[in-house]
Structures are given as structure tokens and as C-alpha cells.
């Protein structure tokens, strides 16, 4: 969510190594995902297209209106309009164009753009760790092995999902820090189910007894409950580690002395979850959260460290959204724009 991080106004959440990234680099006040919730705004990332006009309006396996008695809208006076479950192989992804151009690509985490046949792989990635249909990490251990994930083999008992995936995408840029390379690490955290690190989780239970709210946690919105505090043990600890594996890829960039030389970008694919699903944060002074089209469904933090371009300690508040990450890409690639494919973009 937008305030999630120290950078963007947590108190509660502790996020050192993003933090420190953000002084090396632009901070974008005002970026947005493409849609609310999770696969549109991916698409939109991979394609440089509104999730509307890919049809990929909801995340991939939600209701669809003619099973709309199993989503949670079916009594409300409009139901979701019917949607493509994948995104369309037609599309020329940021991928694949770079892959034509010379680079290596990697993709780690969460992908949640269809089923098989519509996998990294497919879509221009040469090396795919863990990306499959499924949008959160739901096999036999969660968030840690064993993973129940058929592209993403186990790891050594206690292994934490967000490490491993710093770990593989850390592995391949060593194995390509001479060659230009497109590493797209996205991470599956933080996510449902909310299951932290039990360190990380003793921890901020300790901290969260500390936290002065003058005020109710929750109030009512429609028909949900609104978190009007951040002071959620489980989901601070995953925020940590989140952070830590970023910390991990941002370090391993500056072992290989290819930091001046790699563009790095943050962000998240929708607002902080603060309405439903144990309405683990809040993204005040931002209205709501995951799922709603208010601000706080679609605003999100957004970093980038373009060395010998951007400025440090910069400031940016011109708006921008996740479907502009195509054609900036190329631009900084030198690889001629597409405009037919990233039309809104």
C-alpha cells in the first residue's frame, strides 16, 4: 500500500533497505495501478494496455457474472462484466521485445496471468521461478517450503519464500552481469494468507503494544470494516521481509559493480489490503484499500533509480501509472518505441 513503507510515512512498518534505495533515486507520489486489484494491473505492466481495453478487467479467477452467486457482489445493484482468464499471447510483452533486443529475461514470484500456456515462459521470459496461475503461495507450506508450486522446486526446511526468490533472481544476474539482462522479481508478498516469520512476528507483537491510537481501529465502510491503524503484527513482519529480500538483490548489485549500470524500479500492483481478508493495513490518509477505486485501491509507492539520469533525493508528483513502464523501458533500453502495442502507455 502507499503508506506501507518508512519512505512513504510508515511509523509501524520497518523498511531500511527500501528506504535507503529511495534516497538514491525518484520517488513518485503520484503512481497508480491500472486497476484494483492484482492480474489487470500486471497486464498492463506486460503489455503497456489498459486492463479494459485487454478485456482483463478482475484478477484472473474471480466469478465470472455467469457464476456471479459465488463472488461477493451477487447482491449488489452492478456485477463484474465477463473477462478474458489470461493474458492474450497476441500481445508483444516488454519481454519479448527486450529478449528480441539481446536480453536475457527472468521472471521470479508471483506471475497469476493465466493458467498453463500462458506462463512466464510463454510470454518472452527465458527463465520463469515460481510464476504459475495461482495468486498467492497456497500449497502445504505457504510461505515457506514445501511450496506445492510445479515451477518452483522445494528448498532446505524452514526456507522463506521471499529469500528464495531474492536468492534465484540474485543467481541469474551474477550468472548475467556481463550481458544486458531484464529481471522482473515479483515478489508474492504481502499477500493472503498473512503468515509472517516467527521472529518478525514476535517482534512487531511487541512493538504493536507500544502503538498510541487515539481513536477507533476500525470503522464501518459500506458493508466492510475499515483499519484506520497500522499495528498488524503478521503482515508488518511480512513487510519486513519483503524488505529484506530487496535489500539482498539491491546489495548483490553493488558486489557485482553493476549498480551504475542497472536501472531499478519499485512498485506494487494495487493498494494495501484494508477492507476484507483480515484487513491487515491502512493507506490513510488515503480512503480504502485493495479491490475499491478510491485512492487508496490504486495509489501506490513507486521508486526508480536510473543512474546518471535521475536525481537523487528526487521528488516526482507527476501522476503516472503502470501501463507507462513499457515505453519508458524501451526508451532506456535505446529500443524503438511500439506504439501500436503500448498504446496507453
Known amino acids: 500500500g502507499w503508506t506501507d513503507l518508512g519512505c512513504y510515512g510508515s511509523s509501524f512498518y520497518e523498511t531500511p533497505n527500501i528506504d535507503s534505495f529511495s534516497k538514491k533515486a525518484v520517488k513518485f507520489t503520484d503512481a497508480y495501478a491500472a486497476c484494483p486489484v492484482c492480474s489487470p494491473t500486471r497486464a498492463s505492466i506486460m503489455t503497456g494496455k489498459h486492463p479494459a481495453r485487454l478485456n482483463t478487467t478482475d484478477w484472473f479467477g474471480a466469478p465470472q457474472p455467469y457464476n456471479v452467486e459465488k463472488h461477493w457482489t451477487r447482491n449488489k445493484p452492478l456485477i463484474p462484466a465477463e473477462y478474458i ?7 508483444i510483452t516488454i519481454a519479448e521485445v527486450l529478449k528480441e533486443n539481446g536480453y536475457s529475461t527472468f521472471f521470479a514470484g508471483k506471475w497469476h496471468l493465466g493458467k498453463e500456456g500462458f506462463y512466464p515462459e510463454d510470454q518472452g521470459f527465458d527463465i520463469n521461478k515460481g510464476g504459475w496461475e495461482r495468486g498467492g503461495p497456497y500449497g502445504p507450506g505457504k510461505y515457506f517450503t514445501p511450496y506445492g508450486n510445479p515451477k518452483l522446486e522445494d528448498g532446505p526446511e524452514g526456507e522463506h ?16 552481469k556481463d550481458n544486458p ?36 481501529d476500525f470503522i464501518p465502510i459500506n458493508n466492510n470494516q475499515w483499519r484506520q491503524v497500522q499495528n498488524h503484527a503478521v503482515y508488518a513482519a511480512m513487510v519486513e521481509a519483503m524488505d529484506e ?4 538483490v539491491l546489495n548483490a548489485l553493488d558486489s557485482l559493480n553493476i549498480s551504475d549500470n542497472t536501472v531499478v524500479f519499485f512498485m506494487s500492483d494495487n493498494g494495501g489490503l484494508s477492507t476484507s481478508e483480515g484487513h491487515p493495513t491502512t493507506n490513510l490518509p488515503l480512503k480504502a484499500g485493495k479491490g475499491w477505486l478510491y485512492e487508496g485501491g490504486i495509489r501506490e509507492p513507486m521508486i526508480i533509480r536510473w543512474p546518471g539520469v535521475s536525481e537523487p533525493n528526487n521528488l516526482c508528483n507527476y501522476p503516472v501509472t503502470s501501463t507507462d513502464f513499457y515505453p519508458t523501458l524501451l526508451e532506456m533500453a535505446d529500443i524503438p518505441l511500439r506504439p501500436d502495442q503500448h498504446i496507453d502507455g
Not at 482468464?85 to 500481445?91: T, Y
Not at 519464500?161 to 548475467?176: G, H, V, W, Y
Not at 512487531?204 to 507500544?210: A, G, I, L, N, R
Open 245 to 248: 529480500a530487496v535489500g539482498r
Open 161 to 176: 519464500l521471499p529469500d528464495r526468490l531474492a536468492q534465484e533472481t540474485i543467481d541469474f544476474i551474477s550468472m548475467q
Open 181 to 216: 539482462f531484464f529481471a522482473y522479481l515479483s515478489f508474492y508478498s504481502v499477500h493472503t494468507p498473512l503468515i509472517g516469520r516467527p521472529d518478525l512476528v514476535e517482534k512487531y507483537q511487541v512493538k504493536s503494544e507500544s502503538v498510541d491510537f487515539d481513536g477507533e
Open 85 to 91: 482468464e489470461h493474458m492474450p499471447l497476441e500481445e
